[in-house]
């Protein structure tokens, strides 16, 4: 890894740690202006525990990661979601679903994933225009992921792969 890769990681963990005590303090002030709502029925409670609502939040947390990647249809199986996870985390250390590095190739690298330029939206059959979208990224990846039939190899998630010991 040379010296602007480890540069641009120290700048993304700085940015996850930010954004994590911006997300903590949020909540606090949330949670001590808000009212308790009732409780959901069980039957409903179950399904709205692992399904965000609404608007997806900017930085996510591991939770809302996992929650997102179950609804783009990721198997959670070795070889597929445990390890995009893990390259996830690699790729977008804080978790920030409008990441963007310019400096990859074909217009830059996009979201979650940091999937490259409109490319692998286009072939993916997803609006490149909703590449922010967790699950239109996560989606995207996951195509990928099975045209590629890996997470190492030539370009991609290659760097992450290798640091973290995934093919």
């Known amino acids: 890894m040379g010296p602007h890769a480890c540069v641009r990681r120290a700048r993304r963990l700085a940015l996850g740690l930010a954004a994590a005590g911006v997300l903590l303090a949020s909540a606090a002030v949330s949670a001590a202006m808000s ?11 179950a399904a709205s525990d692992s399904i965000p609502v609404g608007p ?3 930085y996510l947390t591991p939770e809302l990661l996992d929650a997102y990647g ?3 249809g990721w198997p959670d199986e070795p070889g597929w979601w445990p390890e995009m996870r893990r390259i996830i985390l690699c790729e977008t250390a804080s978790l920030d679903t409008m990441a963007y590095n310019p400096a990859d190739p074909n217009g830059g690298s996009y979201g979650l994933a940091q999937l490259n330029g409109r490319y692998h939206f286009d072939r993916a059959g997803e609006d490149f225009r909703r590449w922010s979208d967790p699950v239109v990224n996560l989606r995207t990846a996951l195509w990928l992921r099975t045209v590629r039939g890996r997470f190492g190899g030539e370009g991609g ?11």
């Open 35 to 45: 009212v308790e709502p009732a409780p959901a029925p069980p039957d409903e409670r």
């Open 56 to 58: 997806s939040p900017r």
């Open 70 to 72: 179950r609804m783009a």
């Open 157 to 167: 998630w290659a760097n992450c792969a290798a640091l973290l010991g995934i093919h």
